[in-house]
């Protein structure tokens, strides 16, 4: 029988009654032929309270415990979606992450997912079982402990189960109805989107859109799993939510689909660093070494020799850049004037297939940025995607005058 995969997200589960409220719309693919892998994540909420006890009974806590511990929230479900469609006469059982097994690396609290042997729950399928109901973001290392995938993996698991059953199609149940073009709380004309991309859904998913774990995205790109995310809470009909595909089907599209933003960005410059050969390496290596994840860098033009370098970051990686090159001054492998961190700022982006082939959307952006007033202070770009860091207080402004200008309320 052809295999559907099925994801629940924690609001999706967040109660007994949602609970069976997803298990009745599981009943429902049942009933039209298909075998059933439910993922679940733990109950909204369950896995900041778990992460909330590890810190407190341990802060420098041992990794494979805080996996043992935060990975638990998913068995509840797990348990408690089976025995629900049982209730529903639906024959199920549930599955943790070690005894399908799902093999990961050892690198506690963000695995990498290895393989999933078929074999087990295939056995199950064959001898009448119609749902295998894993507990999503967790799995077992090579030396037979717990791990976890990192936070929001759960999107990730499903997306791997559906490659590995060859599934139809891996459907992602959660609060909102799709993928929206922008975050409808910042541009009320924020229009549903019923494709997208892989590729851009990438982007976005990278940029701040928060409906899937990018790594989720990049495995369904690699493998070619059609994704659909919908909400569990309206009633569905067969093409509702958005389907995040490849881009050979999607007929027409818009040349940018969507707007993100990012508001926790800094930024970042090094005033006065000597222009040599190396000197890039020299200060992105350290940063690198310290786990700062660098997005955009602009080096300035040169004068007597020296230079600025500019690059942005998570605010939150500020302390720990700051540190890394400071440490990197002390040694003598670099050497500034100043370094000076700007943390009110935001990031604007935005994403389209369509730019490969069209030009002018940069200057378009820019224009548009400009007659608001906007000053932009970092660009970057890609075949199908513009980045701008602008002051933080004119974040929502940015994101709706570039949602009118590119006309995203309008369907191709
Ligand atoms: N429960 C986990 C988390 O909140 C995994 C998931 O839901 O995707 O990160
Ligand atoms: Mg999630």
Redesign the pocket.
Known sequence: MPVLVMKF??TSVATLDRIRRAAKRVGVEVSKGYDVIVIV?AMAGKTNELVGYVNETSPLYDAREYDAVVSSGENVTAGLMALTLQEMDVPARSWQGWQVPLITTSAHSAARIEDIPTDNINTKFAEGMRVAVVAGFQGISPDGRITTLGR?G??TTAVAFAAAFEAERCDIY?DVDGVYTTDPRIASKARKLDKIAFEEMLELASLGAKVL?TRSVELAMRYNVKLRVLSSFEEQSDDAGTLVCAEEEIMESNVVSGIAYSRDEAKMTLVSVADRPGIAAAIFGPLSDAGVNVDMIIQNIAEEGRTDMTFSCPTDQVKRAEKALLDARTNGEINYHDLIADTDVAKISAVGIGMRSQSGVAAKMFKTLSDEGVNIKVIATSEIKISVLVDRKYMELAVQALHDVFELDKTA
């Open positions: 997200g924690g994540s929001g759960s999107d959660t774990q």
